[in-house]
């Protein structure tokens, strides 16, 4: 299902490129506008004659909203086509991690850009433009403060090494992999599929079980009737035996820790297997089976609850 939704978003955001790329030369064809937007001399002529009009002292054409059109979809295309070239580029996780985050800052780079050519091709200062709408003051305003913590937090997160792209963390009793690391927001998904995406200033406490290998734990009891030094010497007899069938998700063989705990109807043993922490739930599995099955194999008993009745 997760692969299903992957391809129909690649599908939905190839048909946006293609749209774009037939209208900007649509565009381009109709109304006969150079490289930086402008008609040519004659087509301008004939544009201008179907539309004109002043609006606030800037004199719009139907070519200069050609223009703009045409500048708004080579940013576009421009981004897209540089945002899917670069990650091709990426080979480790680290490397994947800085790219997503560069990607993500030439997005925000290109709309800055369309945004300024598109007011130079209207004929107006971008500089002026900008403080006219207080734009500088809407930066350091309240209103930014979290959109500036957020940014900052995910350049730190990125550039520190703290996380990168495919480690496994645990956030607010969220455990999953870490999709995507934004300027603003980061996405991680648990195994089930559920997206947790949180402010990248709101990151805190959180744990990168990625960092080095994770132990799975077996807990299992055997009786009292049972002799614990029997089971012991059975069981560090089949370890390298078990780590040869799992070696797809153990790291080395499992081990034995000793009685964890004695109680009220058997002793309770402690079995480990190192993993790394994406595989960590098949590993346990695993070891959960693997010992099981030794303990029926070699007869070793394994306590259940019982009710003694007694007669007076």
């Not at 500048?71 to 490397?95: E, H, W």
């Not at 990248?200 to 080095?212: E, P």
């Not at 002793?267 to 959960?288: D, G, T």
Request: net charge neutral; charged share 20%.
């Amino acid at each position: 299902m997760a692969q299903n939704g992957n391809n129909n978003d690649q599908m939905k955001e190839a048909m946006k490129f293609i749209f774009a790329l037939l209208a900007f030369v649509l565009i381009l064809f109709v109304g006969k506008i150079k490289w930086l937007g402008k008609a040519s001399a004659e087509a301008g002529s004939r544009v201008e004659q179907i539309f004109s009009t002043d609006l606030g002292g800037i004199h719009i054409t139907l070519g200069t909203i050609l223009a703009v059109i045409a500048v708004l979809l080579f940013m576009y295309i421009l981004v897209k086509v540089v945002n899917f070239v670069i990650p091709k580029l990426a080979k480790s996780d680290r490397s994947k991690t800085v790219v997503n985050m560069i990607t993500n800052i030439i997005s925000w780079i290109g709309v800055i850009l369309a945004v300024v050519w598109a007011l130079s091709v209207l004929g107006l200062d971008p500089a002026a433009a900008f403080a006219s709408i207080g734009i500088v003051a809407l930066i350091i305003g309240f209103g930014a403060q979290s959109l500036i913590e957020d940014v900052i937090s995910g350049l730190f997160l990125v550039f520190e090494n703290q996380i990168n792209v495919g480690d496994v963390v645990v956030l607010d009793d969220f455990r999953g992999t870490v999709k995507r690391i934004g300027m603003r927001t980061t996405s991680i998904v648990d195994p089930g599929g559920n997206y947790k995406i949180v402010n990248n200033s709101s990151i805190r406490n959180m744990q990168n079980r990625s960092l080095a290998s994770s132990l799975a734990i077996c807990d299992i009891g055997i009786t009292y009737d049972e002799d614990v030094r029997r089971v012991e010497d059975i069981m560090s007899g089949l370890f390298a035996q078990m780590y040869e069938a799992n070696q797809d998700v153990w790291l080395a063989a499992p081990y034995y820790l000793g009685v964890q705990e004695i109680g009220d109807s058997g002793i309770i043993l402690r079995y480990a297997v190192e993993c790394v922490e994406s595989k960590f739930f098949p590993a346990k599995r695993r070891l959960n089976r693997a010992i099981r099955l030794a303990f029926a194999d070699n007869g070793i008993t394994i306590p259940y609850k019982q009710v003694d009745v007694h007669n007076k």
